[in-house]
């Protein structure tokens, strides 16, 4: 049983700059998240989806961030024209049904120079 | 207003005694969830006990239970015989309502737990 797969792990990158993060969820399960969790910090909700229709997103997912989950599988998540602000751990989440609990992944760590 | 509440920055304890981390809540929702997390410092995110608020007795999964005091809003962690392995960032996180879409976690500050040899 694999895990949530987050890929890259770092990633380094010069501010103005896109950048694009994938999220391969646990394979059973239908819902997926996105958190950002920056230093001494608990994580932050970004956005929901159940299968391919994304239900929530947080105010805090401005018009620089989209993300995506095409085929209900995995999910991107890009931000576009990077800022000193962005650098943060960005994490991702399964969970099935029900009252599951989320299952996270490793997370990519952003740094913006 | 902050929903989740965790008191504590940090904690010392001695290997193999008992340690609380305390978490309290704020909600309306009569259907809510309460999560914790534990985190290394590797950084995964790692699932250690969920309450639901219906559920009538104290959750437990090995040496992980859950002083679940719903009059008092608080969702307290208890870590029986402590281990070294321990030493982590501990997030105690709220999932409100079971409506379509309400499925995000908050969390907490999060408690830096260290087991001393």
């Known amino acids: 049983d694999t895990g949530v797969s987050q890929d890259p792990r770092h990633k380094i990158t010069k501010r103005g700059q896109n950048v694009t993060f994938r999220c391969d969820p646990i394979?059973?399960?239908?819902?997926l998240y996105w958190y950002r969790q920056t230093l001494g910090q608990g994580p932050e909700f970004l956005t929901y989806?159940?299968?391919?229709?994304?239900?929530?997103k947080s105010r805090l997912l401005s018009d620089r961030f989209s993300a995506e989950r095409p085929k209900g599988s995995f999910s991107t998540l890009e931000i576009q024209r990077t800022e000193q602000g962005d650098s943060a751990m960005y994490l991702c989440?399964?969970?099935?049904?029900?009252?599951?609990?989320?299952?996270f992944g490793d997370g990519t760590r952003l740094s913006i120079l | 207003a902050q929903k989740i509440t965790q008191t504590q920055p940090g904690m010392f304890v001695q290997e193999k005694e008992a340690v609380t981390l305390d978490c309290t809540y704020d909600?309306?929702?009569?259907?809510?969830?309460l999560f914790w997390y534990k985190q290394p410092s590797s950084g995964e995110m790692i699932f250690l006990i969920y309450?639901?608020?219906?559920?009538?007795q104290n959750a437990t999964e090995g040496r992980y239970s859950l002083n679940f005091q719903k009059a008092r809003k608080s969702a307290n962690l208890v870590i029986s015989a402590s281990q070294l392995g321990d030493s982590a960032m501990y997030f105690c996180?709220?999932?409100?309502?079971?409506?379509?879409?309400?499925?995000?976690?908050?969390f907490g500050q999060g408690t830096r737990l260290t087991i001393n040899p």
């Open positions: 909600t309306s929702d009569p259907s809510y969830g």
């Open positions: 996180a709220m999932r409100e309502g079971v409506v379509q879409g309400a499925q995000k976690l908050v």
């Open positions: 309450q639901g608020s219906y559920d009538q």
């Open positions: 989440a399964s969970s099935s049904w029900g009252n599951q609990p989320q299952h």
């Open positions: 989806f159940q299968n391919e229709a994304q239900l929530e």
């Open positions: 394979s059973e399960h239908n819902r």
